[in-house]
């Protein structure tokens, strides 16, 4: 059994990966926001904790993740105002990095997307632009920490149903590529127990390949 924490523990994705990882048998602390998501999260066989991380210190998120094994990303301002996409998608997020490296917690995970990136090509008048460049710089970031990280860029976000299966790499980012929120869990639970993911951004979509057979080649 390991400890994991989760930062946006009542999204969508990260229920169904808290779902998966304590049926596994893992020690799961979901962190979330407003005390009202608790039920939802206790559901899913996670403790729910409440940490406001758009607000909090890095000190503070620190102490949060002290005695946890890995750290999972999986939080965002969902669509808010520019102010408070760049507050919590990039700011809090950095400052969870950080936290972690204080806490010694070396495992972290990133939920990102595909095609995200410093060259994300998304246009200035464009209301995803804040949210592609909070991310750019969260990745760069996490990229150049000593933290054991994995990135993972999932295409456009479906309630699809979770098969399991994916395809990595997948050419382009047309509209044709799409990811379930169930895979996407799928996926980040599988990177956790996978040491030789660390160091590695991982693109993927719907497919057809076994999840642990797409990423058999980072074992």
């Not at 395809?167 to 044709?176: H, Q, R």
Request: hydrophobic share 40%; glycine share 10%.
């Amino acid at each position: 059994m390991t400890r994991i924490a989760i930062i946006g523990g009542h999204g969508k994705v990260a229920l169904h990966l808290s779902t998966i990882l304590a049926a596994e048998g893992h020690n799961v602390t979901s962190f979330i926001r407003n005390p009202g998501h608790s039920d939802d999260v206790t559901a899913t066989g996670a403790t729910p904790s409440v940490l406001d991380v758009e607000n909090s210190t890095t000190a503070e998120i620190a102490t949060a993740l002290r005695g946890h094994d890995a750290v999972v990303w999986s939080a965002g301002a969902g669509g808010g105002t520019p102010e408070r996409t760049y507050a919590v998608d990039r700011d809090a997020a950095i400052r969870s990095m950080d936290a972690a490296a204080e806490a010694g917690v070396v495992r972290y995970v990133m939920v990102s997307y595909l095609g995200a990136g410093p060259d994300h090509g998304v246009p200035a008048d464009n209301s995803f632009f804040a949210y592609a460049e909070a991310k750019a710089a969260a990745d760069t970031y996490l990229r150049n920490t000593n933290l054991s990280w994995t990135i993972l860029g999932p295409s456009a976000l479906t309630d699809g149903p979770g098969t399991g299966r994916i395809d990595v790499d997948p050419a382009g980012t047309s509209a044709g590529n799409q990811t379930s929120r169930t895979n996407t869990a799928i996926v980040a639970a599988a990177v956790l127990d996978l040491p030789g993911t660390a160091g590695h951004t991982i693109e993927f979509r719907d497919g057809t390949l076994p999840a642990a057979a797409a990423l058999e080649p980072l074992k």
